[in-house]
């Protein structure tokens, strides 16, 4: 059998290469419907025989085949689905595998909108949900129920960077019957490959280190042929999926996938390593971080740190308003994974649709500031940094 070709050569080459004219980049189909060659060849893939139809119907265009190949390889699964963001590809994981009476079991500390949409839309259709603290799997053994079907995972989480067991809590909810879905957004396959770890399904904003660049909406899920195919009708039915464009941005993208998150961790545990000796910085959250609680654990299950950090800033959310005010090459601005350094204020922006009383047990607090680091050259963003906090 052939070697399986390394992770960066499968960024590069992964998908590629099957395009018409000898094209050597893989063409943007735009278009929105495809011709049949017969009445019995539409039939046939009406009735479920491989073939493009519809983009909205999974494989959607030769574009998003090979975004999808390209992302399946990367995070070692068989099938996957492209969709229009990362809350469209939650979405109908949910829907998919879940209905009315159903138990969901999710990480406690999330993005705002996987919150919202589990804690809000989700039990509109009476799914019950609990958010538990997942980094504690005594938690999640004792919040398991006889009706869970799902455990739900972010780790690193958003935007504490707390990180989660998923091998060990895979286990405990094959135990019980239920699957494990990762939302892989932060570490992303090359940091981290849950699937690899013990994971069923794997979600991932696009919109962040996928595209990359900070200039597309997009997700994906990625697990075994049985579930993905499980999830494709909701898919379509849902109509979440993801444009033409975005996917060959996207499957772009990922050719540098490994050489730019290379580079976001170095800078990050540059800058992390800045803010902990900082005066003005209460505390700093990057799991490379030897006094991150998880730190070895992420040490197991990841092959690096990432690019996104937080820290608390002395003199709470002030202080932490005139950091953010005075930063002059680094944007203040929600999403991540872009090129360049963003920052944000989770309480008052990407996680104030928590309430304030759960964002403060769970340490998001007004203090606590994101920073998406990105891959300028380090010495510029530390002394950015330096410049801002001189201000505080
Ligand atoms: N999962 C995680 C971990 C995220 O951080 C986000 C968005 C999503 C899913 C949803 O993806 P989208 O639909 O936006 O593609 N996170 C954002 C953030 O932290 N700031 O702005 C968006």
């Known amino acids: 059998m052939e070697r399986e070709k390394s992770f960066g050569t499968r960024c590069v080459h992964a998908g590629e290469g099957h395009n018409p004219f000898g094209a050597h980049a893989t063409p943007i189909y735009q278009t929105s419907t495809f011709v049949f060659e017969s009445a019995e060849q539409a039939a046939a893939i009406f009735s479920g025989q491989p ?16 975004f999808v ?29 879940l209905e009315s009476g159903d138990h969901l079991l999710s990480t406690n500390i999330i993005y705002g909108g996987t919150y919202g949409l589990i804690s809000s839309l989700l039990t509109k259709f009476g799914i019950e949900v609990s958010f538990v603290d997942t980094t504690d799997q005594g938690q999640v053994k004792a919040n398991m129920r006889e009706n869970t079907r799902m455990v739900f995972l972010e780790t690193p989480a958003n935007p504490t960077m707390a990180v989660s067991d998923i091998g060990e809590i895979g ?8 699957i494990t879905a990762v939302d892989n ?6 940091f981290q490959q849950p699937l690899r770890l013990g994971a069923d399904v794997v979600v991932e904003s696009c919109t962040k280190y996928i595209g990359g660049h900070g200039d597309l909406l997009g997700g994906v899920a990625v697990g075994s042929n049985e579930l993905i195919q499980s999830m494709k009708r909701p898919a ?13 941005l996207c499957l772009r ?14 800078n ?16 700093v959250n990057y799991p490379g971080l030897a006094c991150h609680p998880q730190h070895l654990l992420a040490g197991r299950q990841m092959s690096g740190w990432g690019g996104m950090l937080s820290f608390e800033i002395k003199g709470g959310v002030e202080a932490g308003r005139r950091l953010m005010n005075n930063l002059r090459l680094c944007s203040l601005a929600v999403s991540l994974g872009s090129v360049d350094t963003l920052v944000e204020h989770p309480s008052s922006m990407t996680h104030a649709v928590m309430p304030r009383e759960t964002r403060e047990r769970l340490g998001i607090s007004d203090g606590l500031v994101r920073v998406s680091v990105g891959i300028e050259d380090a010495e510029d963003v530390l002394a950015d940094f330096e410049r801002g906090l001189e201000m505080v």
Do not use: D
């Open 51 to 66: 073939g493009y139809r519809y983009i909205r119907s999974p494989p959607n265009t030769p574009t998003h085949a090979a």
């Open 69 to 97: 190949e390209k992302i399946c390889s990367l995070e070692g699964g068989k099938a996957g689905l492209a969709f229009s963001s990362g809350m469209a590809a939650e979405t109908a994981l949910f829907l998919s595998l």
């Open 171 to 178: 286990r405990i909810a094959r135990e019980a019957g239920a």
């Open 185 to 190: 957004t932060f570490a992303t396959p090359y």
């Open 236 to 248: 379509l039915l849902a109509g979440g999926t993801m444009g033409t464009h975005e996917a060959w």
């Open 253 to 266: 993208g990922l050719k540098t996938l490994h050489l730019r998150m290379a580079r976001h961790a170095e």
């Open 268 to 283: 990050a545990m540059q800058l992390a390593l800045f803010l902990e000796s900082h005066p003005k910085v209460q505390k």
